[in-house]
């Protein structure tokens, strides 16, 4: 399918493609997108080309984003057990992630009120001001200042993360899953860049940790900059909505004219399960992850090699999104999900064969793959769970869980590793954990085959079957 309308005028500088319902959409199906045909097709139209711009250069950001925040994973909760005890030495990493799920909450807000540009360059200046006082922190060792520092960081942590949504506004849904995993894809350079850069600048200045920091600095401002070559859309001129070419949208498109009510929206099961696996994938995936440099260092593993170890987990959490959105068409969202969900829950009982370096490796591997079929696909199942003049309300309920959820396992993952082992922790408390999650949404995923006969199809909405008088 055609990711773009054709025949549509190309938009200005600053301006957006008025991608308003048109009557007459092409019906012609294009050759795969993946390949050389498909790609040279689409090419040819001057709206793929921008649309294609557009998401790459979200990718780019993603890549920095994630950069940005791999080097607080890697360095900032050694460098807070440096200053303080073993207790304390995620509080950092907490105070982040608690400030960027506010910031979550108000993100999507903020967009719609103003724009894209002015919220996204707030996050970007608030990752500068506090990696500069993280610069400071490590100086003269301050941990409390470096605290404060790693929560004006989290103020960039959910724009990076609202990246994947916005790419959505660059094509019709059924490229949604496609544009969502084109820009988590971008994560393959942050994966590298991030760890290694930790490595390699973590003693590179007079003060430890403080090179890795202002690696970090540079990134946001980098960041800044790319925000700036974007072609956000201008609310003030066309809200953009979004084109479905499947009948039974078309079909009742011109009933829904009424909003429903956020409860509404968050009640139905679409919603709840789509909260649910992003809620898990993100909070299993980051309890083991952060722990993950902590019970290598009291196994008597360095630095470099538990930086190594994140490294190639990172690669396992992104490379899958070649791949995973062209999974979300033809599997459907529910059974990528699901099988994330599965792949996590391999990785952690993986953590019981040992300490040996091998193991936290290619466990970490296996859990990062999870992640990417579990976030993708509850992803994609959220862009079936809302209608476009839904979409703020609906996203910013679900980055404030995804967020709430990143936030209580990085602010646990110290005290429960300290406080119950690397083994119990993986291979009880975060296998249960897992196991539940993957029933539910087996559950969830056989009900919806019963109702559609076809797990790939989305089950309608609630009031989507309520026909209006004519």
Known sequence: MNPIKPNHPIAQADEFIDNEPNEKLSSVVLAPFWSWKGLRTRWADPLFRKMLRNILLLSWSWSLGEGAFFIQVSTTTLAAKSFANWHLATVPIGCMLLVGTIWSVLLPLAIARFGCRPPLYAGAMMGMTGAALCIVATWYKL??????????????????????????QFSTPEFAPKAIAMVIAGGCLSSIIGPEIAKHTVNALPRPYSGAYLTTLCECTLLLLSMTLIQFPNVKKADYAIVSTLPSKMAVSNNKKTTRSIFVIAFQRKFLIAALGGFVSWSAMAVQMSATPLAMTRAGYQFSQSTTVIEFHLLGMFVPSFFTGTLCNLLGSRLVMLAGLLIQLTGALLFQRGFQFNHFNLGLIIVGVGWNFGYVGASALLTESHRHDEKQKTHSL???????????????????????????????????????AVLIVFVDTVLALFQSKDVRMPLPTNDEDIQTPA
């Open 398 to 436: 679900y980055e404030a869980i995804v967020m709430s959820s990143i936030s209580i396992a990085f602010f646990s993952s110290a005290f429960m590793e300290q406080r119950f082992g690397w083994i119990t922790l993986t291979g009880k408390i975060i296998s249960t954990y897992l196991a539940l």
């Open 143 to 168: 941990y409390w200042l470096l605290g404060v520092g790693a929560g004006f960081l989290g103020g960039q942590v959910p724009c990076t993360l609202y990246y994947r949504l916005l790419a959505l």
